[in-house]
């Protein structure tokens, strides 16, 4: 049972490039989540996805987007990387709105140099 | 969602209970108390939830108070492998938008 995946798990970006980070989950659950985690702190939500189809907007979404492209896969985009950005990315996923449990990949760590 | 406080650390010994306070004194009658952790910066990992009553799973114990403004997590024999920042949560029943975490309490258990 894979869980959530996030790939990649490592990546260094120069300050201007873009990339993608990737978060497939195989449990059939509605709801994808992107929180990032700078060194010492608690996790902030970037961008949630309830359903399939749906986007919103968490605390930090400045700087990324998101693409919900089927119910399995949730990604990240960031079109400019920036040194702010450097920091743990963690994709969640959750069967929906109800009170159950939420599934965190093991994290994307981006530097941006 | 309701503001949590947790205190910063905490150290217990190893097969001792490990009881870690939480207060959520703004918190409303269809809101529920999350206990999740993360070890070593991996990703966060579900421990317990309720609401009013007492839950206990093959994990943990969560105690509610009796008006809600505060509840404790029991990890009834702590071992190393539980050394771990553990975050309470409080979230809207139904609610589409995600967990909000704090700082979390940083827990060492001590050989």
């Known amino acids: 049972n894979a869980g959530v995946t996030q790939t990649p798990k490592f990546q260094v970006l120069k300050t201007g490039q873009s990339m993608t980070l990737q978060c497939a989950q195989d449990?059939?659950?509605?709801?994808m989540y992107w929180y990032r985690q700078d060194p010492g702190m608690g996790l902030r939500l970037i961008y949630y996805s309830a359903s399939e189809g749906t986007t919103d907007k968490g605390e930090v979404p400045n700087g990324y987007n998101v693409s919900r492209l089927n119910k399995r896969e949730f990604s990240l985009r960031l079109e400019s990387a920036a040194p702010s950005q450097t920091s743990v990315y963690f994709c969640?996923?959750?069967?929906?709105?109800?009170?159950?449990?939420?599934?965190f990949g093991q994290g994307t760590r981006l530097t941006v140099v | 969602d309701a503001k949590t406080t947790q205190p910063p650390s905490m150290d217990c010994a190893e097969g001792r209970a490990a009881n870690l306070p939480c207060n959520h004194s703004t918190i409303s009658g269809n809101e529920y108390v999350y206990w999740y952790r993360q070890i070593h910066s991996q990703g966060p990992q579900y421990i317990i939830h309720g609401l009013k009553n007492n839950e206990t799973n093959e994990m943990a114990s969560l105690i509610i108070t009796e008006d809600r403004k505060s509840s404790t997590l029991i990890l009834p024999h702590a071992t190393l492998r539980d050394t771990a920042v553990y975050y309470c949560?409080?979230?809207?029943?139904?609610?589409?938008?995600?967990?909000?975490f704090g700082s979390g309490t940083q827990l060492t258990v001590l050989p």
């Open positions: 969640a996923s959750k069967r929906g709105v109800e009170n159950t449990e939420a599934f």
């Open positions: 449990m059939n659950h509605n709801s």
């Open positions: 949560i409080v979230r809207v029943a139904g609610s589409a938008r995600q967990l909000t």
